[in-house]
């Protein structure tokens, strides 16, 4: 089982750690995208069959505890509780160098982590006192297991699992000419502080943060202190999370003559900043690759060489961005030569 990290569950400045420690799962349901307007008999979505990026496997990230990390005090048979709490304490120290153990008296003990010392924790020795106080020579096996939780928890503050770290957390959002005025006209330096850059079209790249249940656009406070990384690595952070986060979950639902592509609802516009996701599209439809982003969290495609197609997708398109609180573009998009442009067809 993946115990979350540290920074991601605490609550409290201090918590308490026995023998049955577990972590608790958590979880978050997205928003439904907003439908499209389309015409047409659905059909069954088409898969797009891709693999999932590479992420840390969890025996990756959740590290064995180091062996050699007690010797035979531990297994004397007129061992003590303080003496039981001090080897306890050594093997913590030992199997992560980058901490700091304090024995707060017998059997407890405070581990405090060099890089987050805000994030400090107590360890109750307890429990574990009670079963191991009459097993000399069987001590290590009893312990170990007890270790082998803390390890893994404070393990977590230095390599967090893809996804629970904040660097992982920033997503490339779509937004239109609407959304940059709008945040422009709200003055005291809205626009100023925010990350975004022009995309094609009326289209923008907006850095945000996914924050569920609705991503939040990111501003410089989370960047610089929680994030911690550089303005010049941004864009690549956000493609490769969107990426991460997409993963097997992209599909091609047929209504009418064009497709909706969907990928969870949040993030479905995001798949066209994504090379491989863009080429596969193309090859599922007739002619030239056809978008529309119509609102934050719509995506409709179709070949521009399929009868009827193009019509449709404008009036979905229309009616779609008319009706909705958050319209994106009412354009429609051509991928020409390998680069992404206003489709001027009906102009």
């Known amino acids: 089982m993946v115990v979350p990290p540290i920074k991601n569950r605490l609550k409290y400045k ?11 799962l958590q979880s978050c349901a997205k928003p439904e995208p907003e439908p499209g307007t389309t015409t047409g008999k659905s059909a ?3 898969k797009i069959e891709i693999a999932a990026p590479p992420t840390p496997a969890v025996a990756d990230a959740q590290k064995r505890l180091p062996e050699n990390i007690f010797d035979n005090r531990l297994e004397a048979k007129n061992l003590t509780e303080s003496e ?26 405070s ?8 994030h400090s924790c107590k360890i109750d020795l307890h429990k574990l006192w009670a079963l191991c106080k009459d097993r000399p020579g069987h001590r290590e096996e009893l312990v170990r297991p007890n270790m082998t939780t803390i390890y893994s928890m404070v393990a977590f503050i230095q390599e967090p699992l893809a996804g629970e770290d904040p660097v992982d957390k920033i997503v490339p959002l779509i937004r239109g000419e609407k959304f940059i005025q709008t945040v422009k006209n709200s003055g ?7 990350y975004y850059e022009k995309l094609f079209g009326d289209l923008y790249i907006v850095y945000g943060v996914d924050d569920p249940p609705a991503p939040k656009p990111m501003d410089r406070d989370y960047l610089e202190h929680y994030a911690k990384t550089k303005r010049e690595l941004l864009k690549g952070t956000a493609m490769r999370n969107i990426e991460r986060m997409l993963a097997q979950k992209v599909s ?8 909706n592509v969907t990928a969870g609802g ?8 994504l090379d491989r996701y863009v080429k596969d599209m ?19 495609i179709c070949g521009d060489a399929t009868p009827g197609a193009l019509a449709q997708l404008r009036q979905t398109t229309e009616q779609a961005a008319r009706r909705s609180k958050m319209p994106v573009s009412e354009n429609l998009f051509i991928l020409d030569d390998g680069q992404w442009r206003v489709f001027k067809a009906f102009d």
Not at 85 to 99: D, F
Not at 266 to 273: G, V
Not at 282 to 300: H, M, Q, Y
């Open 266 to 273: 949040t993030y479905d516009p995001s798949l066209i900043l």
């Open 14 to 24: 201090y918590f308490v750690i026995t023998a049955l420690t577990a972590g608790l």
């Open 44 to 46: 069954e979505p088409i």
């Open 111 to 118: 581990v405090r982590v060099a890089k987050t010392d805000r």
């Open 84 to 109: 039981f709490t001090s080897l306890y304490g050594e093997g913590i120290h030992k199997a992560m160098p980058q901490t700091q153990v304090i024995a707060e008296g017998p059997l407890k003990l």
């Open 282 to 300: 193309a090859g599922k439809v007739n002619g030239r690759l056809v978008a529309a982003i119509p609102t934050r969290e719509t995506l409709f």
């Open 252 to 259: 091609l639902k047929p209504q009418g003559a064009i497709f």
């Open 188 to 194: 005291k330096g809205a626009l100023e502080a925010m």
